[in-house]
């Protein structure tokens, strides 16, 4: 414990608390958003890096929950229908994790932030994709390619993959266990990467470890309230909530 409150004050810690458990919340009621949430809230408080560390034991907890909510089949038949775009992040995601130490922070706020708001005001604004003639292996791969170069910076992979998702029509359920499993891909390559990158070691892996339990029980509330609230008005709340952040990291980007 003393070690972690070198790293965060108990406030900036109760904060960071905070923001886990909402980012449990709404990924238990809408399937993602986790990491988008986590890095714009954390990054408030703490620096980029420890921000991206921190989000990477809850990501893979809760993504673990999520994909074999179904059971194993279910998540295997997965991993086999999405195969190109799955491989594609994967690859991508390892080779641009090792980039973070190497922009600078505002470069990297700037990447975070950007991409963020761009989804959030083209789904606030009802933009909905379509793909008249299907999906194609190009397009997958094309997806795979965005997502993982852009989660392996900061953590935020999701965007692309819900636009994707939502473009070739997939049923709901499927699309919160596609997501699962997805992300929790992606969260066991950003843990080996950010593990050589170094922005995840013995100093900031406490920080990560303490946020587990918050966004396990804001997972679990949002998975129990699920079924009770308006989930197209919920999720659009949760857009707004995320454009506020987003602009924020890029104030910070460009303002400091």
């Known amino acids: 414990m003393d070690a972690l409150f070198t790293l965060v004050s108990p406030p ?7 923001v886990a458990a909402l980012a449990g919340l709404v990924k238990g009621m809408v399937g993602f958003a986790m990491p988008m949430i986590m890095i714009s809230g954390l990054g408030s408080v703490v620096s980029p890096e420890l921000a991206l560390a921190g989000l990477i034991l809850p990501t893979l907890a809760t993504n673990a929950f ?10 295997w038949e997965t991993v086999k229908r999405f195969r190109v775009l799955l491989i594609v992040a994967f690859v991508m995601l390892v080779l641009s994790a090792q980039l973070v130490r190497v922009l600078p922070v505002q470069v990297l706020l700037a990447m975070i932030g950007g991409p963020v708001l761009v989804f959030c005001l083209l789904q606030l604004a009802g933009w909905k994709p379509n ?17 993982g170069f852009i989660g392996g910076m900061s953590g935020v992979w999701g965007p692309p993959f819900v636009a994707y998702l939502t473009a070739i029509g997939t049923e709901k359920r499927d699309q919160v266990r596609v997501q699962g499993v997805a992300y929790g891909l992606g969260a066991i390559s ?15 892996a406490p920080f990560s470890a303490a946020l587990l339990v918050p966004a396990m029980v804001g997972m679990w509330l949002g998975r129990r ?7 197209a008005m919920f999720r659009r709340l949760t857009l707004i909530v995320l454009t506020v952040a987003a602009l924020n990291l890029l104030r910070r980007a460009f303002f400091g």
């Open 12 to 18: 900036m810690l109760a904060l960071a608390f905070a």
């Open 66 to 75: 999520q994909a074999f909510g179904e059971g194993p089949r279910a998540a």
């Open 131 to 147: 793909l008249p003639n299907g999906s194609t292996l190009r397009i997958e791969a094309t997806v795979g390619g965005v997502a």
């Open 190 to 204: 950003l843990t080996a990467a950010h593990s050589v990158s170094g922005v995840f070691n013995a100093q900031s």
């Open 225 to 231: 309230i699920h079924d009770r609230i308006d989930q």
